[in-house]
C-alpha cells in the first residue's frame, strides 16, 4: 500500500529556532493531512492540503505540498516551547483501499527553553 | 457524544489473557480506525471500517488481533492470548466520511502486559 516517509526522525532545537520536517512518498497523492501530538496526548488535525503547490499559513506554522504532489512539508517559524510534541503527516489511500489513512513515522520535537 | 470516547483508558493484564478494547466514534461518523502506537513511536494501522463495507484489516499484526464494528456505531478491538510485545497505547480515531475529512482521535487505550 502506499507508504509516506517522514524526516527527521527527531528535531532538538533551542526555543526561538525554526523547525521543519518533510514527508515524501513515491507516489502522487491526492491530499495530505498534519497532525500534532502532545506528550501523553492523542494526534491532533492541524491542516489539509490538497491542490498541487499549495501553501497554508497558521501563525508561525506554514504547510506546503509539492508542485508534483508527492512531497510536503511543514516549517515552524521561531519555535516556542508549546511547539513541543511529535508532527505527523498522514496521507489516503486510493483504489481498492479508499479511505485507509496512513501516518508517517512522526518528528518528535523538542524544544529547548 | 461530543468526541471519541475509548475505554478502558488504561488496562493491565497477565500474558495469554483475552482483552476487549473499546471504542464509540462521533455520532454520524462513518469511517472507524484503530491504531498501535508502541512508546515512542509512530502510529501503526490495525484496521479501518467504513459504513457497511468489507472491513480492511491489512493492518492487523497476527490472527490474535480481531475488530468489529455494531450497527455501524461503537467498535471493538479484541486481543486474545496477549503478549509481552501487544503492550502499547491503541488509539482509535472517526472520521465524518471516508474523503477528505480530519480524523478525530479518542485518548487511547494504555494496554500494559505483564
Known amino acids: 500500500g502506499q507508504q509516506v516517509m517522514q524526516i527527521p526522525q527527531y528535531q532538538h532545537v533551542q526555543e526561538g529556532e525554526d523547525f521543519t520536517t518533510y514527508c515524501n512518498s513515491s507516489t502522487t497523492l491526492s491530499n495530505i493531512q498534519w497532525y500534532k501530538q502532545r506528550p501523553g496526548g492523542h494526534p491532533v488535525f492541524l491542516i489539509q492540503?490538497?491542490?498541487?503547490?499549495e501553501v497554508k499559513k497558521q501563525k508561525r506554522l506554514t504547510f506546503q505540498f509539492g508542485e508534483a504532489k508527492k512531497n510536503s512539508s511543514l516549517h515552524i517559524t521561531a519555535t516556542q516551547t508549546t511547539d513541543v510534541g511529535t508532527y505527523f503527516c498522514a496521507i489516503g489511500a486510493g483504489g481498492t483501499s479508499y479511505g485507509k489513512l496512513t501516518f508517517g513515522q512522526g518528528t518528535i520535537l523538542t524544544v529547548h527553553p | 457524544g461530543a468526541g471519541v470516547s475509548q475505554s478502558p483508558s488504561n488496562k493491565v493484564t497477565e500474558k495469554g489473557k483475552d482483552v476487549e478494547l473499546r471504542c464509540d466514534p462521533i455520532s454520524g461518523h462513518t469511517a472507524l480506525y484503530w491504531y498501535r502506537q508502541s512508546l515512542g513511536q509512530g502510529l501503526e494501522f490495525l484496521i479501518y471500517?467504513?459504513?457497511?463495507?468489507?472491513?480492511?484489516k491489512s493492518g492487523l499484526p497476527s490472527d490474535r488481533f480481531s475488530a468489529e464494528r455494531t450497527g455501524g456505531s461503537v467498535s471493538t478491538l479484541t486481543i486474545q492470548r496477549t503478549q509481552q510485545e501487544d503492550s502499547a497505547v491503541y488509539l482509535c480515531a472517526s472520521r465524518r466520511t471516508q474523503g477528505n475529512t480530519e480524523a478525530f482521535f479518542g485518548q487511547g487505550t494504555r494496554l500494559t502486559v505483564v
Open positions: 471500517f467504513q459504513g457497511n463495507s468489507a472491513p480492511d
Open positions: 492540503l490538497v491542490k498541487s503547490g
